[in-house]
């Protein structure tokens, strides 16, 4: 079984619209309260939760209020115009786990290379406005503690609706969209002017841009829970972000690239590094190949699998950190198992073990082998005995599911 996440965007999304919705699905308030805590600015904002309804559709408001206004310019300025760095260090120096502080940097990171782009200049040059006030980090960190906390495999959305009109900012009067706001949702699908009004805001479809890997108006899986994030203005239409929680009871199917070359005059100790390069930038998997070509000369078959948004990146150090001069590309069909971890116990200590299921049921598992490995030099012996440990005790757990 697959868990999906779905964001019906018929009215559009804004960051406190998603975390009024992810409330109102079931994400508790005290979790999100207390993460949020340790970014240690609970000295400039405050949240108000409270329920409510937007033409008659019963749904959860959120409201950051910022608790400083300091009259002095200078303070005022870097109260509501944080750069890039600033926002990386409040993230990265809290107590927020690992997956959250990369979640909200990643969110982050599609707003500054937005403005980058519309002010053409680089990323830790650029001041966020709006979005680095207090109560834009509070929306963009919040929507990344709360879909850590519900955990799912898959994020997907509708089409975006982006309304109509102008709205005033920083810059003056602009048309609706704002340049931040289209860039960021660029080959993602959206319809405008449904409404004289900025339904999407650069941090909502930051939200989207960073997390959703699949755009699409149809659903076809089985819906659990329905949450209902209430937006401030009345509307000619319901102001509510509508997201859906489910579960889609089939194996994942993932459409992925395999980039390939031939390399038969590079030094061989290279490949290690540019393999560790290729990985940083986000392949999925690296693997060399043996081959012989033509005139009987050995030679290296580099395959990297990589997903769409990599794929220039991926493209990049091949063409700049080998000798080839090109890339064959193969449209893929990936059919992934779904996939859980697991600590269990055994007599040489804790180990992480992986578990996968087809039609709903654990048909294998296995133990991390870093894990085992440091569990093997600890208790100074063989490997093989720490793994036949792990599976006599994990055959209990497997049975019991």
């Known amino acids: 079984m697959v868990k999906i996440l779905y964001y019906d965007c018929f009215c559009g999304i804004s960051g406190d619209m998603n975390l009024g919705a992810l409330i109102d699905l079931g994400v508790d308030q005290e979790y999100l309260l207390g993460e949020l805590s340790k970014l240690n600015l609970d000295d400039e904002f405050e949240i108000n939760i409270k329920k409510g309804n937007k033409m008659g559709i019963a749904g959860t408001k959120v409201d950051v209020i910022i608790k400083n206004k300091y009259s002095d ?18 993230i990265n120096s809290s ?59 898959k994020i997907i959305a509708s089409s975006v609706q982006l309304g109509g009109g102008f709205v005033k900012c920083t810059h003056g009067i602009i048309p609706v969209p704002t340049p ?20 999407t805001t650069p941090t909502g479809a930051a939200i989207l841009a960073a997390n959703v890997k699949e755009f699409k108006n149809e659903i076809d899986f089985r819906v659990q829970k329905i949450g209902y994030g209430l937006g401030t203005r009345d509307l000619k239409i319901p102001n509510v972000l509508r997201v859906y929680l489910g579960i889609e009871e089939k194996e994942e199917i993932t459409r992925q ?8 005059d590079m030094n061989p100790e290279f490949y290690s590094y540019i393999e560790e390069k290729l990985f940083q930038k986000g392949a999925l998997d690296v693997f060399k190949t043996p081959i012989i070509m033509k005139k009987g000369r050995p030679a290296i078959k580099l395959s ?13 150090i091949i063409f700049k950190e080998t000798t080839s001069l090109g890339i064959r590309k193969f449209d893929v069909e990936k059919i992934m198992l779904k996939r859980t971890f697991e600590k269990i116990n055994t007599k040489y200590g804790k180990i992480t073990i992986k578990k996968a299921y087809y039609d709903g049921k654990i048909i294998k598992y296995k133990p991390e082998y870093e894990e085992c490995k440091e569990l093997a030099v600890k208790n100074d012996v063989n490997i093989d005995r720490i793994y036949k440990e792990v599976y006599i005790v994990g055959e209990s757990i497997v049975d019991d599911k």
Do not use: W
Not at 78 to 86: A, S, T, V
Not at 126 to 141: C, L, M, N, T
Not at 304 to 316: M, T
């Open 73 to 90: 310019y200078k303070h005022s300025y870097k109260q509501h115009y944080r750069g890039l760095k600033d926002i990386e260090d409040i």
């Open 95 to 153: 107590d927020l786990n690992k997956n959250i502080k990369k979640l909200s940097l990643d969110i982050f990171m599609e707003v500054a290379k937005a403005e980058a782009k519309v002010h053409k200049k680089s990323l830790y040059e650029v001041h966020f406005h709006e979005v680095g006030a207090i109560d834009s980090i509070i929306d963009i960190v919040g929507a990344a503690i709360c879909l850590n906390y519900l955990n799912v495999d």
């Open 180 to 199: 931040a706001t289209i860039e960021i949702l660029k080959d993602i699908p959206v319809k405008k002017g449904i409404v004289e009004f900025e339904t």
């Open 257 to 264: 690239f395999i980039l390939e070359t031939n390399i038969d």
């Open 304 to 316: 990297v699998l990589v997903d769409e948004k990599k794929e220039k990146d991926i493209i990049d």
